[in-house]
């Protein structure tokens, strides 16, 4: 008997075979197929294996594959024989059957092989033309499958002379049949095949089969695939799904046989279509990962949620690396990345035992990539780069890039595939997926599958960091339009919270602030721009800034409100406002408040702890025109507290506003042990209600009021002999509050302050004032409404030098316009006891 083998490529299986019509791509060659379970034992045996082999179905069921399939055994010379067949060796040009059947092989195998078969009709089977051979030469095919399933093998066989018969033209006829597209196959008959295919598969249009052909020819791996939208390929041993079907087929049959009825239809012909059932699963795979993934636009979820999809179905360890503009929220990566490029590890998922990968490749690590390497090609390259099983050499290549620690026991002889994690043609990203040595390889297919994935999780990614860069830009321009106001001001404590609203109105129009006037006094102000957005947000920061100029103009409420409405008016009639401007004088004890339609503020009385809303006149919004604005002054007394606040901490859609300010009042009046916890109090009670969309700035100030004691006062007149009495008076005054560390520098700086004011002043008087708090304060007023400028004093010069002494020598000195003239101040930092 002879025993010479050949190699031969893999099956084309999209191009017609027994799962589809048990036909080559002319259709008159029958082909075996054989499913193997993971006993060795034959699961399936198809009509076609019946008929090259002699064998029947119900004799080959639960035999021992290897006693029905040729497979190596036999010296060159000798012959076995069977009930079934003879048993061909393997010639050295290939992986012979025998070790795919015992699991040796973990990747598709082919061979050819000759047996003898006994008569057919012997065996109760029908000849057919060229069946009285003794002897048969037979190309096969195996197919490794993976899954939970019990099939561990497909094996695929032919007549070899069969086929000589049927494509009788080229003696290389075997490489040119549907079933064995070879890698690297001259395949001359390609036209012929791509016009044939319409006759197995008669809704295939000859353009998708030569496509179809062209493919197969170009990547050597069968097309499992055919869709109007997308043709991918994937190879068997993706795995076989719906073997529970199948077996429930089969115990349909045999209790139909056990009750003597006719085996039903189904399981007679059994013609699952093993392409349907891979591509099948492949779909619900790819569904599957992409239900997993971009549930939340948080981006840390979100790379969570892509590494743990293909862990373990795909692979069995999954390293996610994004680019540092990614992981910090910045914008849109440019350019292609080089070598220089930092890649921060996001997630890493694996099957190993717990803490195996922690400590050597540890999440949150940053690190470049060399050209060299698979991971550099895959990112600059932006498509997927295999690596079927990683060598010794390259195991050493990457652990390079770790120092002071050995990656290469985790991933030497493990297969690799990286595959880049793109959006709008950029790559943000790749991921490292490694498999178990003893798990099957990835191979071409697998890298289509995984460039699928990794496209979907791109989008996604790219979906997070949108939302991660948009929502940082919202809150840098929302806290950039925020003053940064300091606890304590002259005579009051100073507590402030901004809530941003939902998502819609994460950048809204509200505002909070506070500014130092002359006397000691304080403004306190909030507002809010109707409406939502970089617009109103715009328009916040406009009317703020227009605020804070007329407040240092020391302007009465009314009259700065009036002067906020023409300023409006002038920018567009496209925004309203509300605005809540309060004056607080600790000096005299009192509140200069005026309103231009906004809520009313809240007052706490430290008397009793008893909450009222204030009754103001309450004015127009700012942006309407044309209406008088009024003003109210309230008394107050050290230890009262001040709340006021937008209408989006009070009002809720569907209920009445009196409700929330009703709430704030009573929230307000809760006992705290600090200002911060009484801004929370009145935070959770109103902020529980549910339907808030707005946002929401809240101010609330102690009002601690400044003692008579801790205020002196001097009028002086316009004669120079003045300024010597102005440093003798701000000298015993401090002796006198014990303060004496501070006399001869305050005394030099008042003595500059009351100089420039006997010297530019036009009335008759000037006043000078020290107050104590917690810093000491020294002003100086004059009807001369020319602020002071610093010079540029030479050394020469008679003029000049005194503003530069004040601001090396004091804490802080401004200016500012008065209604009868302007006031200089400046600031010293008391002693500490």
């Known amino acids: 008997m002879d025993r010479g083998t050949e190699r031969e490529a893999p099956p084309g299986r999209g191009a017609g075979d027994d799962v589809v019509s048990e036909h080559t791509a002319a259709g008159r060659i029958p082909l075996a197929v054989i499913l193997i379970d993971r006993d060795g034992l034959v699961s399936h045996w198809s009509r076609g294996a019946r008929r090259l082999f002699g064998t029947t179905k119900e004799e080959a069921i639960g035999q021992t594959a290897v006693d029905l399939l040729p497979v190596s055994g036999a010296l060159p010379d000798e012959e076995e024989t069977s009930p079934y067949g003879a048993f061909a060796s393997y010639d050295g040009l290939g992986p012979d059957l025998e070790s795919s059947l015992d699991g040796q092989l973990s990747y598709p195998a082919a061979g050819r092989a000759r047996l003898t078969v006994p008569e057919r009709s012997e065996m109760g089977v029908t000849p057919a033309e060229g069946w009285g051979r003794d002897r048969v030469d037979v190309l096969w095919w195996a197919y490794p499958l993976v899954g939970p399933g019990q099939e561990r093998l497909l094996v695929l066989a032919a007549d070899a002379d069969g086929l000589r018969q049927d494509l009788p033209e080229a003696d290389g006829a075997f490489e040119r049949i549907a079933p064995a597209f070879a890698h690297h196959t001259d395949f001359s008959g390609a036209d012929e095949l791509a016009r044939r295919l319409p006759e197995i598969l008669p809704s295939m249009s000859v353009d998708e089969s030569a496509r179809i052909v062209a493919q197969v020819l170009e990547l050597g791996y069968p097309v499992l695939e055919f869709s109007q939208n997308e043709r991918v390929p994937v190879t068997p041993?993706?795995?076989?799904?719906?073997?529970?079907e199948r077996k429930a087929r089969r115990e349909r049959a045999a209790a139909a046989v056990a009750e003597g009825l006719p085996v039903p239809e189904e399981v007679v012909d059994e013609r699952?279509?093993?392409e349907y059932v891979a591509v099948r699963e492949r779909l619900e795979f790819l569904n599957e990962v992409s239900g997993c993934i971009g549930t939340s636009l948080d981006l840390a979820t979100t790379i969570v949620e892509v590494s743990r999809a293909v862990v373990p179905r795909f692979t069995d360890v999954a390293g996610t690396y994004l680019r540092e503009q990614v992981v910090a929220g910045e914008g849109f990566p440019d350019g292609v990345p080089d070598t220089t490029t930092m890649w921060h590890r996001v997630a890493l998922e694996h099957t190993d035992e717990p803490g195996r990968w922690d400590d050597v490749v540890p999440v949150g690590e940053a690190m470049p990539f060399p050209a060299h390497t698979p991971f550099f090609q895959c990112m600059t390259s932006g498509e997927p780069v295999l690596v079927p099983r990683i060598s010794e050499q390259m195991g050493h290549m990457i652990a390079s890039q770790f120092e002071k620690r050995d990656i290469r026991p985790l991933i030497t002889g493990r297969s690799m595939l990286v595959v880049p994690l793109k959006a709008r043609n950029v790559v943000l990203g790749f991921m490292i997926l490694l498999r178990h040595p003893e798990r099957v390889e990835f191979n071409d297919m697998d890298r289509v599958t995984g460039a699928e994935l990794a496209a979907r999780a791109g989008l996604v990614l790219d979906n997070a960091r949108m939302y991660t860069y948009q929502e940082s830009v919202a809150e840098t321009l929302q806290d950039s339009m925020l003053p940064h106001i300091p606890a304590r001001m002259a005579g009051c404590d100073i507590a402030t919270r901004y809530l941003p609203g939902t998502?819609?109105?994460?950048v809204g129009g509200d505002w909070f602030d506070s500014v130092k006037l002359p006397g000691a006094r304080t403004a306190l102000v909030v507002g809010d721009v109707m409406g939502h957005g970089l617009n109103s947000a715009a328009m916040m920061g406009q009317l703020r800034t227009a605020v804070q100029t007329m407040a240092a103009m020391d302007l009465p409420p009314a009259q700065l409100l009036r002067n906020l409405d023409d300023l409006a008016q002038r920018l567009g009639d496209t925004y309203l406002a509300t605005c809540l401007y309060v004056v607080y004088d600790p000096i005299a004890g009192e509140l200069h408040i005026g309103n231009a339609g906004h809520i009313p503020p809240v007052i706490v009385r430290a008397r009793d702890g008893r909450s009222e809303l204030l009754d103001l006149p309450t004015g127009a919004p700012i942006g309407v025109g044309g209406v008088p604005f009024e003003a109210v002054r309230v008394r107050v007394e050290p230890g009262d507290r001040l709340v006021m606040c937008t209408d989006g901490l009070v009002e809720v859609r569907g209920e009445?506003?009196?409700?929330?300010?009703?709430?704030?009042?009573?929230?307000?009046?809760?006992?705290?042990?600090?200002?911060?916890?009484?801004?929370d109090t009145i935070i959770r009670s109103l902020n529980t209600r549910g339907g808030r969309k707005d946002d929401v700035a809240l101010l609330m100030a102690r009002l601690n009021g400044i003692e008579p004691d801790d205020v002196a006062e001097w009028r002086l007149a316009?004669?120079?002999?003045?300024?010597?009495?102005?440093r003798a008076v701000v000298r015993e005054q401090l002796h006198e509050w014990g303060l004496a560390k501070l006399a001869?520098?305050?005394?030099?700086?008042?003595?500059?302050l009351v100089t420039n004011a006997v010297r530019h002043s036009h009335g008759r008087r000037i006043e000078l004032?020290?107050?104590?708090?917690?810093?000491?304060?020294?002003?100086?007023?004059?009807?001369?409404?020319?602020?002071?400028?610093l010079l540029s004093a030479g050394p020469d010069d008679e003029f000049g030098?005194?503003?530069?002494?004040?601001?090396?020598?004091?804490?802080?000195?401004?200016?500012?316009r008065t209604t009868a003239g302007k006031t200089v101040w400046f600031e010293l930092t008391l002693p500490r006891r």
């Open 237 to 244: 041993d993706w795995g076989v799904a719906r073997r529970a």
């Open 272 to 274: 699952e279509d093993l």
């Open 503 to 506: 998502l819609l109105g994460r």
């Open 656 to 679: 009445d506003i009196g409700v929330g300010l009703a709430t704030l009042s009573e929230s307000a009046a809760h006992p705290a042990a600090s200002m911060d916890d009484a801004c």
């Open 718 to 726: 316009l004669d120079p002999a003045e300024v010597g009495r102005a």
């Open 744 to 752: 001869d520098t305050a005394a030099l700086l008042a003595d500059e």
């Open 769 to 789: 004032r020290l107050v104590r708090g917690d810093t000491l304060l020294c002003e100086v007023d004059d009807d001369d409404p020319t602020l002071p400028t």
């Open 801 to 816: 030098r005194g503003l530069h002494v004040l601001g090396t020598l004091a804490r802080e000195w401004g200016a500012s």
